[in-house]
């Protein structure tokens, strides 16, 4: 269920948006199968790493609901009107940090540009997936040959 559309309006004040998005959406969370929150973002939250990830960890547990991040890099980080935002990090330390919150959130953490992916979780994961069924089916192939020898 989508619902909610917090924008910062020029700011990455990720804290505040994020209340405002607990206290309006998730007041009846007892009725939603489902509780997860999605932040789209270009850059680094206004507010500290280590706090968000304190603030959003206890939301989380609190609520049962997991953060996901999908973290678009752009060529410039300059907010909505050229507005600069208050905290600045380069695109490393901003996959960083975020991959911290992820973590506290028990969500995902997807980072993108228009290069194409550069970090996903869930690629992450089909790609170890697939090293697994792959390594099954060379010792299944094994396996197979020495009982073929055998015989």
Known sequence: RWVLNLQCKGSRNFLSA???????????????????????????????????????????????????????????????????????ANPAETASAFKEIVQAAKGRFHWFGEAGIFESDDITIIVSEMEKANSYSQKCAFLVESLKQRA
């Open 18 to 88: 994020l209340r405002r998005a607990v206290e309006v959406d998730f007041r009846d969370k007892d009725k939603h199968k489902s509780q997860g929150l999605y932040l789209l973002t270009t850059g680094i939250p206004d507010q500290e790493t280590h706090t968000v990830s304190a603030y959003v960890a206890e939301v989380c547990r609190g609520f049962d609901l997991q953060l996901h991040v999908c973290l678009f890099s752009v060529a410039e980080d300059v907010g909505s009107g050229g507005v600069m935002a208050a905290r600045y």
